[in-house]
């Protein structure tokens, strides 16, 4: 590996990490103060106030839903990590893009992308590296930032796709732009990162832009 | 501590609810939004001193908002929140606008104690720490 796929790798790590420990710090701050709930309702029993069974069962509860957001976000983060030690061999697109959004959530908000998960195929299959499949989504959602404009929204789908498996971006004229550098600039990235990932886009008769990133079955860029 | 309405604006729903939960356990008005475009919507309605702000929410971000804020409603006071508390011993830089900033997780009381220090000294300067 040279040292600029190095570090472009490097970076993509560091953001990933970022952004699923910063969902992870707004799971453990929500227990925190729900814990700090509990403990002023015991505190205002001490001095005479009832105790509300129920209440304490809907904190029990409440508990539990950070509980096992915390555990699915942690789960997703070390199957991310160890997907540095899977060598290549067949992979689930729509299992591992599910997973990886989750952890890039926080980002694909603030980018206004709406990651509609029920588009998400299940057994589109193909023989891959996952961690190369990940970089090169994160290559893909990161060129769409510019592109959600203010207010906008992009769709993400998942789909079979000829003798591989394609990650779909779409939206309307006034949800996704992309120019001509970055798409320019996203293919050239893909190609000396990920060589088995390519990227075209095309627009649907209804205007709207459809941005894909091919993964098995190598596409013309255009 | 003399009346002071509070507005909170983070997209952590359960965050929220809780927190409104906890301040009026302690007689502190509180109202609570998801999003920066309905906080200043609710700002506009009237009647509130302070705003605690998520800085990271996603859509019209926590700096628009807080911007915005300092341009429509110059008498608010705003308290920062963030997740993004990697800076070693707790400390961040406060933006331009803002009264002060709390890392996450943090303690009510020390939410509560900035109100109050909002209240008790309206023409406070910007702390340049951030606390827990």
């Known amino acids: 590996m040279n040292d600029n796929r190095e570090r472009q790798q490097l970076e993509f790590f560091g953001c990933i990490l970022a952004s699923a420990t910063h969902q992870l710090n707004n799971v453990l701050s929500t227990a925190d103060q729900v814990v700090g709930l509990l403990g002023d309702m015991l505190a205002a029993a001490e001095t005479g106030h009832r105790l509300d069974p129920r209440k304490i069962e809907d904190i029990k509860d409440r508990l539990l839903v950070q509980v096992r957001r915390g555990a699915d976000l942690v789960g997703n983060l070390n199957s991310f990590a160890h997907s540095v030690d899977r060598p290549q061999g067949e992979i689930d697109l729509g299992r591992l893009v599910h997973q990886f959004l989750s952890l890039y959530e926080r980002l694909a908000a603030r980018r206004r992308l709406e990651l509609n998960k029920a588009l998400f195929a299940v057994d589109v299959g193909f023989q891959g590296n996952p961690l190369d499949i990940q970089h090169a989504l994160f290559l893909f959602l990161e060129v769409l930032h510019p592109a959600a404009r203010a207010g906008g929204r992009a769709t993400i789908e998942v789909r079979q796709g000829g003798k591989g498996a394609i990650v779909e971006a779409r939206g309307g004229p006034k949800d996704l732009a992309i120019d001509e550098e970055a798409f320019t600039s996203l293919a050239s990235r893909l190609a000396a990162i990920v060589p088995a990932a390519s990227v075209t886009r095309s627009y649907s008769p209804g205007g709207d832009m459809i941005l894909a990133l091919h993964f098995g079955n190598k596409q013309a860029a255009g | ?132």
């Open chain 2, 1 to 132: 501590m003399d009346r002071v309405k509070v507005l909170i604006i983070d997209d952590e729903e359960e965050l929220v609810a809780t927190l409104l939960e906890r301040l009026q356990m302690r007689g502190l008005p509180a109202e609570g939004v998801l999003s920066g475009k309905d906080g200043l919507r609710k700002l506009a309605e009237g009647g509130f001193d302070v705003v605690v702000l998520d800085l990271m929410i996603p859509g019209f971000s926590g700096q628009q908002v807080l911007q915005t804020i300092r341009e429509q409603f110059p008498a608010v006071r705003v308290l920062l929140i963030t997740g993004h508390g990697a800076e070693p011993e707790g400390v961040a830089e406060l933006p331009p606008g803002a009264g002060d900033i709390l890392l996450k997780p943090f303690r009510i009381e020390t939410m509560i104690e900035k109100i109050k220090e909002f209240r008790e000294n309206p023409n406070l300067p910007n702390s340049k720490t951030a606390q827990r």
